[in-house]
């Protein structure tokens, strides 16, 4: 038996013996919680267990597809939320100057970010802390999370169950909007982060649903609101069909993993534009559900569809 063996052998006996016992485990194994680190970057660690991770953070939000869409890729967009137990006006954006977790601006209204540096396992209790600390801070402040927020209330548990009502800009310029700006220094940075902002379109057919245009390049990325291997089966099914084009000259060329969603990825022909994939993208819907419904077991072609579908998959978080 091997060196490598033996230690599995010896601290899977250990385990069973009493499995709260990490004593047996070494640095380099395998941590017994399950998490797939490392003891010594887990459980062994000084800092003791990491944070719960959750990988659907915001299921049950009624806007779960647009939020996962803002925190991932809308680089301006904001959508206004509706809080069950305050009359603050809160405000959900994508990105706040400074990448700031929250903003208190000097009416009271509270800006709330998604795309942040925060990374404690659960995103939506993140948020649920950081909307917690903006309530009881004073206007002009910015407010963040230096460490874990520990138990308490998730996003869900705050705001009420509302469709997102997203609007998409063209720039940044909406920070500054109620600012003056005497010598130009804030529209000099604005003006580098507009650059870096991809155009970008939210169809109002469906939910979670962006045009955007890279470079010469434009792209359609639709963040589903259903289980990943669903979304795979249903999408095998269309391929050996051909029925997951849109338009004519498009190619499904993958999707990202993100927050437990899935985002199919249409490479469009350039000129397509948002306003022509309305129709068709309300037709995928029908399409999809039905493919979901499915219950027959994939053929040999579905399969290795879906395997192909799966191998072009990128996992964002």
Same mark, same amino acid.
């Given at each position: 038996?091997?060196?490598? &063996?033996?230690?599995?052998t010896r601290t899977s006996t250990?385990?069973?013996?009493d499995?709260?016992?990490h004593?047996a485990v070494?640095?380099?194994?395998?941590c017994?919680?399950? &998490?797939g !680190?490392?003891y010594k #970057?887990?459980?062994?660690?000084?800092?003791g267990?990491?944070?719960?991770f $959750?990988?659907r953070?915001?299921?049950?939000?009624?806007?779960?597809?647009?939020?996962?869409?803002?925190r991932e890729?809308?680089?301006a #967009?904001?959508?206004?939320?509706?809080?069950k137990?305050d009359?603050r006006?809160?405000l959900?954006?994508?990105?706040?100057?400074?990448?700031?977790?929250?903003?208190?601006r000097?009416?009271?209204?509270?800006w709330?970010?998604l795309?942040?540096?925060?990374?404690?396992?659960?995103p939506s !209790?993140?948020?649920?802390a950081v909307l917690?600390?903006?309530l009881?801070a004073e206007p002009?402040s910015m407010?963040?999370? /230096?460490e #874990?927020?520990g138990?308490?209330?998730?996003l869900?548990?705050l705001v009420?169950?509302?469709?997102l009502?997203?609007t998409?800009h063209?720039?940044?310029d909406y920070?500054?909007a109620?600012l003056?700006d005497?010598?130009?220094s804030?529209?000099?940075?604005?003006?580098q982060?507009?650059?870096?902002?991809a155009? /970008?379109q939210?169809?109002?057919s469906v939910?979670?649903?962006?045009?955007?245009s890279?470079g010469?390049r434009?792209?359609? !990325?639709w $963040?589903l609101?259903h289980?990943?291997d669903r979304?795979?089966?249903a999408f095998?099914r269309?391929?050996? /069909?051909?029925?997951?084009s849109?338009?004519d000259?498009?190619?499904?060329i993958g999707?990202?993993r993100?927050h437990?969603?899935v985002?199919p990825?249409?490479?469009?022909?350039?000129?397509?534009?948002?306003? #022509?994939?309305?129709?068709p $993208?309300?037709?995928?819907?029908?399409?999809?559900?039905?493919?979901?419904m499915t219950t027959?077991?994939?053929t &040999?072609?579905?399969?290795?569809a879906?395997a192909?579908?799966a &191998?072009?998959q990128?996992t964002?978080r």
């Open positions: 038996m091997g060196k490598k &063996s033996r230690q599995r250990a385990l069973a013996a499995p709260s016992d004593t070494g640095p380099r194994q395998p017994p919680c399950g &998490s !680190r490392r #970057a887990c459980h062994g660690s000084d800092a267990a990491p944070p719960v $959750v990988a953070p915001f299921e049950g939000l009624a806007g779960e597809a647009d939020v996962v869409a803002l890729f809308v680089p #967009a904001t959508a206004p939320l509706r809080l137990e009359d006006a809160v959900l954006g994508s990105l706040l100057p400074a990448a700031a977790p929250a903003l208190v000097d009416d009271g209204t509270i709330l970010g795309q942040v540096q925060h990374a404690y396992g659960d !209790r993140d948020l649920a917690l600390k903006a009881d002009g407010v963040g999370l /230096t #874990a927020p138990e308490g209330p998730r869900q548990d009420t169950d509302d469709a009502e997203v998409v063209d720039g940044f920070w500054v109620d003056e005497p010598d130009g804030m529209a000099a940075a604005l003006q982060a507009n650059d870096a902002a155009p /970008t939210r169809l109002t939910d979670g649903a962006y045009w955007t890279v010469n434009e792209y359609l !990325r $963040v609101p289980d990943e979304v795979l089966d095998a269309l391929h050996v /069909t051909h029925a997951e849109l338009v000259g498009d190619r499904l999707m990202f993100a437990g969603l985002a990825v249409w490479d469009l022909p350039l000129g397509t534009g948002a306003e #022509a994939l309305e129709e $993208v309300s037709k995928m819907v029908d399409a999809l559900a039905e493919a979901m027959a077991p994939l &040999s072609e579905q399969r290795a879906r192909g579908l &191998s072009r990128l964002i």
